[in-house]
């Protein structure tokens, strides 16, 4: 779609009144268009979902994952005011949504790890907003039949993450798959998919988690994984001085485990590990590999580090990323 078809939309959409609107491409992801709308002093994002996603590999989605997002962003801001961007305005039939920009003050939380300055509040604030979202949809039935979204949860992480990985590290196949498998039969609470440091917003007063068009009935699971393999992984890049990533995942552990409450259940933290040590293996063989790991002993030691724990994977996150350490140390 052009510019000026898009403008011409929002225009009969009554969300721009100026004579001269001005569209600017926002980065940061590979999975949609993300234009920011300049219209007189009023700003704002238009957000619409790509079929081929900007990687290497061929990968294709089902751009109705727009809808996907745009719903949980309305689910999650009623449960957490403020911890997601407010929805403005949604067109479904022409495949985009509008939401607030969010600008001024807000850093990237991934910028902020990759200069590593690791602020444990962070933390402790992110892992309270997710193990609300978690407990809040916890067995919820409408929330489970609206997010059933299995099809694209698998397009968008199950095979391009584990699948994939699978095909190119064959020794692992059998438990990489026993590990898709399982996350494909798992329905507990709604997931984001993507919950990634790239992904969450920070100002002084406010943490905003965006980009979730992989939003899906499942395994919370996912979320924790996701988010544990970036503070390990950027504790690699920092090697000599990896502790202030490492720091975050007792802090983020606690946060979201007090707001979860009694749906913590005694495996949740097995679980875990093992589907980190799936993630480091698939952020190096996957369809989406790390950007910033660019060493080959730096990927090379990812790869061995799987294949020595995931036949048996840690029992506690504490030894995880106690290993994790000792081994980075040695590089």
Not at 24 to 52: C, M, N, Y
Not at 84 to 108: C, I, K, T, Y
Not at 273 to 284: K, W, Y
Request: glycine residues 6%; contains cysteine; negative net charge.
């Amino acid at each position: 779609m052009s510019s000026s078809d898009l403008i011409h939309q929002l225009r009969r959409a009554e969300l721009v009144q100026s004579e001269h609107p001005v569209l600017h491409p926002l980065t940061g992801g590979v999975s949609s268009e993300i234009l920011q709308v300049q219209d007189g002093d009023r700003s704002f994002v238009i957000k619409r979902a790509l079929a081929k996603l900007k990687v290497h590999d061929d990968w294709f989605a089902d751009v109705s994952r727009n809808q996907v997002e745009e719903n949980y962003l309305r689910r999650v801001g009623a449960i957490a005011p403020g911890s997601v961007p407010r929805v403005l305005h949604s067109q479904p039939d022409e495949g985009w949504f509008a939401m607030e920009f969010l600008g001024g003050d807000f850093v990237n939380w991934k910028s902020e790890l990759l200069a590593n300055r690791a602020e444990t509040a962070h933390a402790k604030n992110a892992g309270k907003i997710l193990g609300q979202i978690h407990a809040a949809t916890w067995g919820d039935p409408q929330i489970a039949q609206e997010f059933a979204t299995l099809k694209n949860f698998s397009q968008l992480r199950l095979e391009p993450y584990l699948e994939t990985t699978a095909e190119r590290v064959t020794d692992l196949a059998p438990l990489l798959r026993d590990e898709k498998e399982r996350l494909a039969q798992t329905a507990l609470c709604l997931v984001h998919g993507d919950f990634s440091p790239k992904n969450i917003l920070i100002s002084p007063d406010r943490m905003v988690i965006v980009d979730a068009e992989v939003g899906w009935f499942g395994d919370p699971v996912f979320d924790l994984a996701f988010l544990f393999t970036h503070f390990h992984l950027k504790a690699l890049l920092h090697a000599t001085d990896p502790e202030p990533a490492l720091s975050l995942v007792p802090v983020f552990w606690q946060a979201y485990t007090t707001a979860l409450g009694s749906h913590a259940d005694a495996d949740l933290e097995s679980r875990t590990t093992r589907l980190v040590l799936c993630l480091f293996l698939a952020r190096v063989h996957g369809k989406s590999p790390v950007e910033y790991l660019t060493e080959t002993r730096q990927r090379d030691f990812i790869t061995a580090f799987v294949r020595l724990h995931l036949p048996r994977p840690f029992p506690t996150l504490s030894l995880l990323t106690a290993s994790w350490q000792e081994g980075i140390s040695r590089l």
